[in-house]
């Protein structure tokens, strides 16, 4: 670690060394890309130019577009290829770039003076860490430092450049413009404990039964446990058959990481029989990611840290037992500079995470993600190029669960364009708008369950605590061809609702939703709830888990890429909400309605109808 420390070092100032004049390239620089800082952000003083970045090229790939067509065949249920997932090795050699682009991009990092650099295995991303006033010079543009609202500041740049003729042999350079941050999802994930507001309390069951149902015994809609879930969604009695061949695994970023013993706590009480998990789920530290085996830390308890982490790993262990867990931790700064004085805040975690991932030859069939951003906060390219990159897991038979996010339309008093003008309109999420993952919305109630909304108050710090489960269409992303049926059916549905405020073209989401309000869990050894998409999100992948053994119990192929089959089959084993409105943004939002809607896509699940029409026996 040392000596690695000491030579990047000694290689950082060596490039450092060279770069007293500008750098001579074999073609005139011309602007690549250029990205507004998002209105949350305001600039700063210059960057301090010996700070190290983590610096990420995405060469053009070789034959993405030949992968897309193999991913949209093997994940088409009517198609002869279904299932057909392929291997790491077998997406690595796809995604290969030619041996042109690859020599070109070294040719000029050589020529810049740049000393060693590494590929990933597939050779689609090169890394390299440069002190910031040489990667002024690389790419022909001025760092500045950017503060957050939040108080939190990175070193960015609105625009940069390339010699002309690499342009089509970079898709894009990170971190330069992008100010994605990965929020969590967790409606109250800056909030202690989440307290239960009385309004809501009192809707549970509004059927108004006379005869309590099972539902209704199991259900208490002012915390919401295990138990309730495994009835409501009828994986209750279901054993798993594969979970020697099969796991689930979830992401954290910004420090969070999962408490064995809260875990250990939560099952004890909702779903002792799998309590073991709590000890073996597995962890993985990326990039000087965090890892705790034993309780919240001094540091982590001041830093009020790893509510979401571990509503994630509570939610998956409560429901999925005995499938394998996984956790990846990934840590938004690179894990050394030991002499650099300098914070680095820097690096981009989700690039980072999924091309560790995509390293890895063997990962869980389904992997939960509950964190989130406005999209404007990311450059197309970079959205894009990520988005790619989430179709290169889902071409290995993996499905990629993202919540899509709690602040409604966009959150109050923040939907305004990013481009300059301060356009009022919706804000869709990212990565919740990749058509490349399944996005999950929130539910809540029961008999009939409806979206989840909880009003707003104006807290004393300033905070406004709108809940309502995230809702939009992508901006960057076209419909895909799987929602061709659906999405326009609901757009002609509420006519000129809204009309210019938001892209009837776009990838509309969310595809599914599952329970998102007041979920039972352990933090700091207390019992609380907790609420938002980030809950429903790692519930739903626990379901998905349990289809997936079904699945490999009776000799199928998993899931993988879930949407087409969703769209096609799948959204039959839903339970279709009709209650509800988007809300955000200053409005009511769109409704809930009959069939597939921008709130709670296709519905909630019902396990024996999901693992029927994969083609799966349930084994009961
Ligand atoms: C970097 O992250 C740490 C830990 O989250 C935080 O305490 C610190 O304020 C951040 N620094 C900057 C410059 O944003
Ligand atoms: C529902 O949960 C709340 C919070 O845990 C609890 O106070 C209440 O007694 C529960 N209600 C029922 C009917 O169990
Ligand atoms: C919250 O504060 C905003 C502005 O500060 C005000 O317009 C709004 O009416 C307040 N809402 C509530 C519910 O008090
Ligand atoms: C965490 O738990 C300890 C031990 O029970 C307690 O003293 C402390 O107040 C708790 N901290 C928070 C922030 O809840």
Redesign the pocket.
């Known amino acids: 670690m040392q000596m690695l420390a000491s030579a990047l070092l000694a290689a950082a100032m060596a490039a450092h060394a060279v770069v007293a004049s500008p750098i001579q390239a074999r073609s005139p620089y011309a602007v690549k890309e250029t990205h507004f800082a998002p209105r949350e952000w305001t600039k700063l003083d210059r960057a301090n130019g010996r700070k190290l970045v983590q610096l990420q090229i995405g060469l053009k790939q070789g034959n993405m577009d030949g992968l897309l067509e193999h991913l949209s065949e093997v994940s088409d249920p009517d198609h002869a290829r279904y299932g057909a997932h392929l291997s790491a090795d077998e997406v690595d050699d796809m995604v290969r770039p030619a041996k042109e682009t690859c020599d070109q991009v070294e040719d000029w990092l050589r020529e810049a003076g740049v000393g060693d650099v590494s590929y990933n295995t597939a050779k689609d991303w090169i890394t390299v860490h440069l002190p910031i006033d040489f990667v002024e010079k690389l790419l022909d543009t001025e760092y500045h430092n950017y503060k957050h609202e939040d108080g939190s500041i990175v070193s960015r740049t609105t625009h940069w450049s390339l010699p002309r003729h690499l342009h089509e042999h970079i898709d894009v350079i990170q971190p330069t413009t992008s100010f994605f941050r990965g929020a969590a999802n967790a409606a109250t994930y800056v909030k202690t404990l989440d307290k239960v507001h009385d309004e809501v309390a009192s809707l549970s069951f509004a059927n108004g039964q006379y005869e309590p149902s099972d539902v209704s015994k199991v259900c208490n809609v002012s915390s919401v446990t295990p138990e309730c879930f495994q009835t409501l969604y009828k994986t209750k009695g279901y054993k798993t058959r594969a979970s020697d061949k099969n796991s689930v695994g979830f992401t954290n970023y910004l420090e969070e990481v999962p408490i064995r013993p809260d875990t250990e706590l939560f099952l004890k009480k909702y779903r002792p029989e799998a309590v073991s998990s709590a000890k073996t789920f597995k962890t993985y530290s990326i990039n000087g990611g965090p890892l705790n085996d034993g309780p919240l830390t001094p540091q982590e308890l001041e830093d009020d840290k790893s509510h979401e982490a571990n509503l994630d790993v509570q939610a998956i262990a409560g429901i999925s037992w005995k499938t394998p867990i996984v956790s990846y931790s990934t840590g938004g700064r690179p894990p050394f500079i030991p002499d650099l004085t300098v914070v680095e805040n820097d690096s981009e975690p989700y690039l980072v995470w999924v091309n560790w991932l995509l390293q890895q030859r063997s990962i869980p069939k389904i992997i939960s993600t509950s964190y989130g951003e406005p999209e404007q906060t990311v450059p197309r390219s970079y959205a894009e190029r990520v988005c790619k990159q989430f179709a290169a897991v889902g071409a290995r038979g993996t499905t990629m669960f993202f919540s899509s996010g709690d602040r409604g339309l966009g959150g109050t008093d923040k939907c305004y364009t990013n481009d300059g003008k301060n356009t009022y309109k919706f804000l869709p999420a990212f990565p919740a708008s990749c058509p490349y993952v399944t996005t999950v919305g929130a539910t809540k109630n029961f008999e009939p369950e409806e979206s989840a909304y909880r009003a707003?108050?104006?807290l004393s710090d300033g905070y406004?605590d709108l809940y309502s489960s995230g809702s939009g269409f992508s901006d960057y992303f076209k419909q895909p061809t799987w929602q061709k049926d659906a999405v326009p059916h609901y757009v002609k549905s509420i006519g000129d609702l809204y009309k210019g405020l938001y892209n009837p073209r776009g990838r509309g989401y969310p595809d599914l939703a599952a329970q998102g309000l007041y979920f039972a869990y352990f933090w700091n050894g207390t019992e609380g709830t907790i609420s938002g998409t980030s809950a429903s999100t790692p519930l739903t992948a626990g379901i998905f888990a349990l289809v997936n053994d079904a699945l490999i119990a009776s000799g199928k192929p998993t899931l993988g890429y879930l949407n087409p089959w969703l769209y096609k089959k799948g959204y039959k084993g839903l339970t279709d909400i009709t209650i509800g409105f988007s809300y955000g943004c200053n409005v009511q939002g769109f409704p809930v309605t009959k069939g597939w809607d921008p709130i709670t896509g296709f519905g909630t699940p019902i396990f024996p109808e999901l693992v029927k029409l994969a083609g799966g026996h349930i084994g009961y």
């Open positions: 707003g108050r104006n406004h």
